[in-house]
């Protein structure tokens, strides 16, 4: 009796492994990532994955209309440049689809490099000496500007063409210059008017 009793506590334990032997194991699961860079109009997608698979590659914009699809196969990893040149400004969506699932990437894009974004400013500097003025641009890249002074009646009393990138700031001392003149400050094509 104490034998049996043994053999069905065996038999109850080796029934109870068999039961649970795969609820304390992790399931692999398959992974892959995507990455976005931007690099002026050209966006860079990279993509990664455990393992190879077919890859499904679209861009949708704003309103979710399909603009770009193409398909990937049997790869690991890659990196895909995508231009958007001749796309207008605003944002869209890269939409990726493997086998572990869909990834988004929302994008913006937006040219922050317009030739005509320019600042200028004329500051008088009576703290230093009285008709002292500072002309000031700020810009983004390779610039030339017209710097012109002209007296009350219009009539060109200096007149500068100079060069720079990104900064420009000059001193003008106009101590014999007639009062009510002006500066004007010509810059991409636009035309700016400082009194003095």
């Known amino acids: 009796m104490k034998a049996a009793k043994i053999e069905l506590l ?45 890859v ?28 958007f040149e001749n796309l207008p400004e605003g944002d869209y969506k890269f939409v990726v689809l493997d086998d572990s699932g869909i990834m988004e990437f929302d994008v913006a894009h937006k040219d922050l490099q317009k030739k005509n974004t320019h600042y200028v400013r004329f500051d008088e500097l009576k703290n230093i000496n009285e008709k002292l003025y500072k002309l000031s641009i700020a810009a983004q890249g390779e610039q ?14 200096y007149e500068q063409k100079e060069s720079f990138t990104n900064n420009f700031a000059q001193l003008y001392n106009l101590e014999q210059l007639p009062s009510d003149g002006y500066f004007k400050v010509i810059i991409n094509g636009k035309a700016e008017v400082f009194n003095f």
């Open 144 to 157: 030339v500007a017209k710097v012109k002074i002209y007296d009350e009646e219009s009539r060109l009393l």
């Open 56 to 83: 499904n590659v679209k861009i949708v914009d704003r309103k979710g209309e399909v603009l770009y699809k193409e398909k990937i196969s049997a790869v690991k990893g890659f990196t895909r440049p995508y231009n």
């Open 10 to 54: 065996v038999l109850l334990i080796v029934l109870s492994i068999t039961a649970f032997a795969g609820t304390g194991e992790k399931k692999a699961t398959r992974s892959s990532k995507i990455e976005v860079v931007k690099n002026e109009k050209v966006f860079k997608l990279f993509y990664l994955a455990d393992d190879e698979r077919n």
